[in-house]
């Protein structure tokens, strides 16, 4: 375990099979359509990879970049698109992949966006969820785990652009943050 790790919070293993099992639960919902993947960059890529990888209809992939986090823990409350997509979502039936679902304010404004430029239908997919931390009125249609209020890295996750690459979720030492 990395030295900055307080515990881990998911192993790969479990992260594994949740990953397949809620794939799988999507998968059927977009039988006989053809839906566009948009990962949000950078934290969820690792998710989106896996996720992805047990999707048996056709899909497309494409990605945005945002910023509601400066660099630190703590929510700037500002939604800035950094890397728009490639893609016009008009018409589409869009699936967001996001790494976790905080006060909710990335996804709410991201979600009010895609389908004020017309797309079909935008899911919300999430591999965490920390609903005791939720400001605004959004709920992923998927999620792979509800956690508790604590700030965790690793599997995309980051923190200062740091841990991103771990294989498992761990909660980061809060030592490292509070210095
Ligand atoms: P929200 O807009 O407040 O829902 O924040 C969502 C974003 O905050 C995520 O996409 C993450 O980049 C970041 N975030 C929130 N909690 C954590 C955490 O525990 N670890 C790492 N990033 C986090
Ligand atoms: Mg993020």
Redesign the pocket.
């Not at 604590?150 to 890295?153: A, D, K, L, R």
């Given at each position: 375990m990395h030295k900055d790790c307080e515990r881990i919070m998911l192993s790969e293993e479990q992260l594994r099979a949740r990953v397949k099992e809620i794939a799988m639960q999507v998968d059927k919902v977009y039988e006989g359509k053809f839906p566009l993947v948009v990962g949000?960059l950078k934290?969820s890529i690792i998710f989106y990879s896996d996720f992805i990888r047990h999707l048996t209809v056709p899909v497309e992939l494409d990605f945005m970049a945002v910023s509601?986090?400066g660099s630190g823990?703590v929510?700037s409350g500002k939604l800035n698109i950094k890397k728009d997509l490639d893609k016009d979502v008009k018409g589409r039936d869009v699936i967001i992949v996001?790494?976790?679902?905080?006060?909710?304010?990335?996804?709410a404004n991201l979600k009010a966006l895609l389908l004020e430029r017309g797309a079909s239908s935008v899911m919300i997919v999430t591999l965490?969820n920390?609903e005791g931390?939720r400001?605004?009125d959004i709920e992923p249609d998927y999620n792979c785990f509800d956690i508790e209020n604590?700030?965790?890295?690793g599997y995309g996750?980051?923190?200062n652009e740091m841990y991103r690459s771990l294989p498992y979720i761990g909660i980061?030492k809060r030592s490292v943050y509070e210095k």
């Open positions: 949000i934290g509601s986090y823990a929510s996001e790494d976790i679902i905080d006060s909710g304010f990335t996804l965490l920390k931390r400001e605004y604590e700030f965790v890295i996750l980051d923190y980061l």
